[in-house]
T-cell receptor, first 107, second 115 residues
Framework: GIQVEQSPPDLILQEGANSTLRCNFS?????LQWFHQNPWGQLINLFY???GTKQNGRLSATTVATERYSLLYISSSQTTDSGVYFC?????????FGQGTTLQVKP | NAGVTQTPKFRVLKTGQSMTLLCAQD?????MYWYRQDPGMGLRLIHY???????AKGEVPDGYNVSRLKKQNFLLGLESAAPSQTSVYFC??????????????FGEGSRLTVL
């Protein structure tokens, strides 16, 4: 099956810093999404981005489908950005998740 | 508009007992999914459905059964619970997966402990 790898697995930032999270996938996909799981366990959809670039406030994402990777950028990080960031790809009707990047933003 | 609702939120079972988790969505979504989340393992797909009356196996289907008798509901059953099924279970739904409108919406999770 398709492999989805995220890096880094863990990241600690000082408030105000910028960061880049990466998602690599092993096969062509129909769909790629980024999610944030907050410290209370709630999963929120951040971006639907099978290709190209999107921005939403301090967050932006870029997917280069031909090279099989996606990047999530967080600028001017805040403590509320803490949690786990997942990318997920669709292959054969199934949405498969990477193992996530755990982000801790310190005040 | 409640979105995706899971019941129960918490449950403790003894080994061998059975139970059913209910997922309900009010967004008229065709696709519904059940995932489990374990520490260090991310989210793994158990079963999914692409429409009323259909179900399909995901990555880790063993020990679970599902049914989608109504479009808005997706049930996950454990016939004989095992300690290895202790986990947090998430239900999700979407219109489809192949393009815009394929965004996934999650329920709040159900924490299951099997003793």
């Amino acid at each position: 099956g398709i492999q989805v790898e995220q890096s880094p697995p863990d990241l600690i930032l000082q408030e105000g810093a910028n960061s880049t999270l990466r998602c690599n996938f092993s096969d062509s996909v129909n769909n790629l999404q980024w999610f944030h799981q907050n410290p209370w366990g709630q999963l929120i959809n951040l971006f639907y981005i099978p290709s190209g670039t999107k921005q939403n406030g301090r967050l932006s994402a870029t997917t280069v489908a031909t090279e099989r990777y996606s990047l999530l950028y967080i600028s001017s990080s805040q403590t509320t950005d803490s949690g786990v960031y997942f990318c997920a790809v669709v292959k054969g009707g199934k949405l498969i998740f990477g193992q996530g990047t755990t982000l801790q933003v310190k005040p | 508009n409640a979105g995706v609702t899971q019941t129960p939120k918490f449950r403790v079972l003894k080994t061998g007992q059975s139970m059913t988790l209910l997922c309900a969505q009010d967004m008229n979504h065709e696709y519904m999914y059940w995932y489990r989340q374990d520490p260090g393992m991310g989210l793994r797909l158990i079963h999914y459905s692409v429409g009323e009356g259909t179900t399909a196996k995901g990555e880790v289907p063993d020990g679970y059964n599902v049914s989608r008798l109504k479009k808005q509901n997706f049930l996950l059953g454990l016939e004989s619970a095992a300690p290895s099924q202790t986990s947090v279970y998430f239900c999700a739904s979407s219109y489809w997966t192949g393009g815009p409108g394929g965004e996934l919406f999650f329920g709040e999770g159900s924490r299951l402990t099997v003793l």
